[in-house]
């Protein structure tokens, strides 16, 4: 299995709704990441988890918050979002946090309204 | 940032023509990898460079590593109609001591016609 699955792909939520985002993976990787990325831009790294511990958070707003519970799965969860972060959130994994290949979800397609 | 710049923004070739995309990234680097994105999905890994490589090959695929002048390129030989997609290369740095970054350029959009 060498697949990162995100759910759901598509999510249309309202400014005062709370959501989240879930993305699981059975490769036995180590290190997880969060991305979001805006229309004909490039990926931008919100967050990363190694050995399911928070490492590396990219000055990310509190209305993200990151969770993961166990190595094979990392959550993003929303609340109180702005129409600007409407935006393809993508998950990826690799083996270790260097020096390896990562491997990307399809991605949740966010819309806030 | 350490988000690399690519050129060309853009590039339209003919099927059976060569394409070469290239990247500049501003900080030192543990390795640099280039990934494909068709219509906005996920991002398909092509290829892995280290630090103290300078040239490798994976099917059609060729990628350079200039670490002297902080660039790399891609070159995409004998294109096909299925090559259409954005190429993006990624450089992994900041490492903690646990974990480090995966950042990707600006990305070129690559069009084959037939």
């Known amino acids: 299995d060498t697949e990162v699955t995100q759910t759901p792909k598509h999510l249309v939520m309202g400014m005062t709704n709370k959501k989240s985002l879930k993305c699981e993976q059975h490769?036995?990787?180590?290190?997880m990441y969060w991305y979001k990325q805006k229309a004909k831009k490039p990926p931008e790294l919100m967050f990363v988890?190694?050995?399911?511990?928070?490492?590396i958070n990219e000055s990310v707003p509190s209305r993200f918050s990151p969770e993961c519970p166990n190595s094979s799965l990392l959550n993003l969860h929303l609340h109180a979002l702005q129409p600007e972060d409407s935006a393809l959130y993508l998950c990826?994994?690799?083996?270790?946090?260097?020096?390896?290949?990562?491997?990307f979800g399809q991605g949740t397609r966010l819309t806030v309204v | 940032s350490q988000q690399g710049e690519e050129d060309p923004q853009a590039l339209s070739i003919q099927e059976g023509e060569n394409a070469t995309m290239n990247c500049s990234y501003k900080t030192s680097i543990n390795n640099l990898q280039w990934y494909r994105q068709n219509s906005g999905r996920g991002l398909v890994h092509l290829i892995l460079i280290r630090s103290n490589e300078r040239e490798k090959h994976s099917g059609r695929l060729r990628v350079t590593l200039d670490t002297s002048k902080k660039s790399s390129s891609l070159l995409i030989t004998a294109s096909r109609a299925a090559d259409t997609a954005s190429y993006f290369c990624a450089t992994v740095w900041g490492f903690t001591g646990t974990a480090s970054k995966l950042t990707f350029g600006t990305g070129t959009r690559l069009q084959v016609t037939l």
């Open positions: 990826a994994s690799s083996i270790r946090a260097l020096n390896t290949e990562a491997f």
């Open positions: 490769m036995g990787h180590r290190a």
């Open positions: 988890y190694s050995y399911e511990k928070l490492s």
